[in-house]
């Protein structure tokens, strides 16, 4: 049932050497033990990630991959730990049996996957050529033809979630100098 | 042809299970974020891996994922912002002990 018709040609190699990139950031995430670290580590895992869309053919989402994931997220993320704690330890779960349940239960869940994969026949499609000439033009025609009400809708949602982001962010510094100056017109 | 979209697959569920993991055992709510982001990037490149090797290839699928990366945006930004004001109200940013709902 499994068996490993894997063909060794450049595409292959190329894929090969992106995945132990990708995977090997994912796995030191989960080990570092400073938050920083593991944040830059996640970055080189979206940065392999855009690799292997352009394997893909999506010289586009490549790019926006690199500029929204591996910049602006991981750049947000480093916001988030210098706006709460410095230089703070990711504490090893206090209950050990809750962390070796999870393992089981995502090797367990990656057992199925890989299981169903595997056992999948997937029709071999003949070989057209590329996807298209210029992916970025064509991309482009399908968001503004076809996709047009989703993208509205998405732009909506992006501003919505921005606003949203700054009100719940401001919100309390503002109560807070309210409170403050309250508390010194009490004293005065 | 097939079997790259096999590896293409097998690729995105490590990434998924890993970062499933990370949600559930680290204590950190910035890492969780950011294994969800991890879950978030598998599904698209399980999507963009269909558009070229499925049975109909088409430009569809690198919509999707152009569409579903701006709602991973979306989503630390204001995750990010919630974040930041627990840690004013708490002085923590341990997922462990924001419980209020608890009691």
Redesign the interface.
């Known amino acids: 049932m499994f068996e490993?018709?894997?063909?060794w040609n450049g595409?292959?190699i190329l894929?090969l050497i992106l995945?132990v990139c990708?995977?090997s950031g994912?796995?030191f995430?989960?080990h570092f033990s400073k938050?920083i670290h593991?944040?830059v580590s996640?970055a080189f895992?979206?940065i392999g990630?855009a690799g292997?869309?352009v394997l893909?053919?999506?010289e586009?989402?490549a790019t926006?991959?690199i500029l929204?994931?591996a910049g602006?997220?991981s750049i947000?993320?480093i916001?988030?730990?210098m706006?709460?704690?410095h230089d703070?330890l990711?504490?090893s779960?206090?209950i050990q049996w809750?962390?070796i349940l999870?393992?089981v239960?995502?090797?367990a869940?990656?057992g199925a996957?890989?299981f169903a994969?595997?056992s999948t026949?997937?029709?071999?499609?003949p070989?057209?050529g590329p996807?298209?000439e210029d992916?970025t033009l064509?991309?482009g025609k399908?968001?503004f033809t076809a996709?047009v009400i989703?993208?509205e809708l998405?732009s909506v949602?992006?501003t919505v979630?921005?606003i949203?982001?700054?009100v719940?962010?401001k919100?309390?510094?503002e109560e807070?100098e309210v409170a403050g100056s309250a508390t010194r017109e009490e004293a005065e | 042809m097939s079997s790259m979209l096999a590896s293409y697959l097998t690729l995105a569920a490590i990434l998924f299970c890993i970062g499933l993991y990370g949600v559930l055992t680290k204590r950190s709510a910035v890492i969780v974020l950011l294994s969800i982001e991890l879950m978030l990037n598998a599904v698209n490149l399980n999507l963009i891996a269909f558009s070229k090797y499925g049975v109909v290839p088409s430009l569809k699928g690198q919509v999707f994922s152009l569409f579903s990366i701006a709602i991973a945006a979306a989503e630390v930004a204001v995750g990010i912002a919630i974040l930041i004001a627990l840690y004013r109200n708490r002085g923590t940013t341990n997922v462990d002990e924001f419980n209020e709902l608890r009691n």
């Open positions: 490993l018709n894997f063909v595409h292959s894929f995945a990708i995977i994912a796995v995430m989960l938050i593991m944040v996640l895992t979206f990630l292997v869309y893909l053919e999506a586009f989402v926006v991959q929204v994931y602006a997220i947000l993320m916001f988030g730990i706006m709460t704690k703070q990711e504490e779960p206090r809750k962390g999870a393992g239960g995502c090797l869940l990656f996957i890989f994969i595997r026949s997937f029709p071999s499609i070989a057209v996807l298209a992916n064509e991309l399908q968001i996709h989703p993208f998405l949602l992006l979630a921005f949203g982001a700054i719940v962010a919100h309390d510094a807070k």
